[in-house]
């Protein structure tokens, strides 16, 4: 019964503590990130498993969470509103080569970041070249080019 | 950051993307609130919130001083806390000690140092005999296995009255 709970309790945790994180935070990975990443990992494995090591309590567990994950994805499919609490939707945050001040703020973007996904997605070098930038439900940020008159 | 820009930051675009801004706002305002949790929370847990911690270690006495105790008040599911018992008696005695209530449920006696000369079960606890010293002083180390889940009870006595009484609480 336990390893059910655990999983499920961590599954929700987890999920709380990253939509508190934002979308971005480990959407472009930095290699600190992957280590960040997976210094979360081990933490949670202990949780996970307990005290007990058998072939049986990591099986339930990983059943659990994957019954979770494709339980929310059905959900997902079925109601609009569940999709949304836990996708997010996009947001614009560069519009016609101007950036959206008050939407950086709150997404915790800088020029910079917009322009690193522009050159590597692009081949963009000025602000100006873009149309618009959308900041993904997974965090990625795409460039749309201005059409070169 | 004017001011003036942002209602025109936060009005819906439709193209190329489908926005919801208000929505959306209310993602950022809970991401801002669930920051100031997190480091609530670091916070309450640098303070003892989850064991180890001015909040959470305590020392108590028993009205005559013949008892005292120090333990943790939070304890977490299987990490391990110190507990010590002080009694004080006749030099050169054997001192009585009864550990009652309802927390040998949720706690696993890993050590007790020193041995005790004698032990005995008593109803829901243990009863324990302890070598004083030559000041009329003894000290019982235990090593507690938080194996259960909330609140357990303790009650610790001596023969004659003093007696001290107190909650523990294990998180999951």
């Given at each position: 019964?336990?390893?059910?709970?655990?999983?499920?309790?961590?599954?929700?945790?987890?999920?709380?503590l990253f939509k508190i994180a934002g979308r971005r935070s480990l959407a472009e990975l930095t290699t600190f990130d992957f280590v960040l990443l997976m210094i979360i990992g081990e933490a949670t494995q202990q949780a996970l498993l307990g005290d007990d090591f058998?072939?049986?309590?990591?099986?339930?567990?990983?059943?659990?969470?994957?019954?979770?994950?494709?339980?929310?994805?059905?959900?997902?499919?079925?109601?609009?509103?569940?999709?949304?609490?836990?996708?997010?939707?996009?947001?614009?945050?560069?519009?016609?080569?101007?950036?959206?001040?008050?939407?950086?703020?709150?997404?915790?973007?800088?020029?910079?970041?917009?322009?690193?996904?522009?050159?590597?997605?692009?081949?963009?070098?000025?602000?100006?070249?873009?149309?618009?930038?959308?900041?993904?439900?997974?965090?990625?940020?795409?460039?749309?080019?201005?059409?070169?008159? | 950051?004017?001011?003036?820009?942002?209602?025109?930051?936060?009005?819906?675009?439709?193209?190329?993307?489908?926005?919801?801004?208000?929505?959306?706002?209310?993602?950022?305002?809970?991401?801002?609130?669930?920051?100031?949790?997190?480091?609530?929370?670091?916070?309450?847990?640098?303070?003892?919130?989850?064991?180890?911690?001015?909040?959470?270690?305590?020392?108590?006495?028993?009205?005559?001083?013949?008892?005292?105790?120090?333990?943790?008040?939070?304890?977490?599911?299987?990490?391990?806390?110190?507990?010590?018992?002080?009694?004080?008696?006749?030099?050169?005695?054997?001192?009585?000690?009864?550990?009652?209530?309802?927390?040998?449920?949720?706690?696993?006696?890993?050590?007790?140092?020193?041995?005790?000369?004698?032990?005995?079960?008593?109803?829901?606890?243990?009863?324990?005999?302890?070598?004083?010293?030559?000041?009329?002083?003894?000290?019982?180390?235990?090593?507690?296995?938080?194996?259960?889940?909330?609140?357990?009870?303790?009650?610790?006595?001596?023969?004659?009255?003093?007696?001290?009484?107190?909650?523990?609480?294990?998180?999951?």
């Amino acid at each position: 019964m336990d390893s059910v709970l655990r999983a499920a309790a961590m599954y929700l945790a987890l999920m709380v503590l990253f939509k508190i994180a934002g979308r971005r935070s480990l959407a472009e990975l930095t290699t600190f990130d992957f280590v960040l990443l997976m210094i979360i990992g081990e933490a949670t494995q202990q949780a996970l498993l307990g005290d007990d090591f058998s072939l049986t309590n990591s099986l339930m567990v990983i059943v659990t969470l994957i019954a979770i994950d494709v339980g929310l994805s059905l959900l997902k499919q079925r109601s609009r509103w569940v999709s949304q609490l836990i996708d997010g939707g996009p947001t614009i945050i560069v519009e016609n080569g101007r950036i959206l001040q008050g939407r950086m703020r709150h997404v915790r973007l800088v020029e910079a970041d917009i322009m690193e996904a522009a050159r590597s997605s692009q081949g963009i070098e000025t602000l100006e070249q873009i149309k618009f930038a959308i900041i993904e439900r997974n965090g990625k940020i795409s460039v749309i080019p201005k059409e070169s008159s | 950051m004017s001011q003036d820009s942002e209602p025109d930051d936060l009005h819906n675009r439709m193209f190329p993307v489908r926005e919801d801004m208000a929505y959306q706002l209310k993602v950022w305002r809970f991401e801002r609130v669930g920051w100031y949790v997190l480091v609530l929370l670091v916070v309450l847990t640098l303070l003892g919130l989850f064991s180890r911690g001015p909040l959470s270690s305590r020392d108590l006495h028993s009205s005559d001083g013949r008892l005292g105790v120090e333990y943790e008040l939070f304890h977490r599911n299987g990490s391990t806390n110190p507990m010590l018992l002080r009694l004080k008696g006749q030099p050169n005695a054997l001192l009585e000690v009864e550990l009652g209530g309802d927390w040998l449920e949720g706690f696993d006696v890993q050590a007790l140092q020193p041995q005790p000369t004698r032990s005995a079960s008593a109803g829901q606890g243990l009863k324990f005999w302890v070598q004083a010293d030559a000041q009329g002083e003894a000290s019982l180390y235990l090593s507690l296995l938080s194996e259960g889940l909330g609140t357990y009870h303790s009650r610790i006595a001596v023969p004659g009255g003093a007696a001290v009484s107190f909650d523990q609480f294990i998180f999951p």
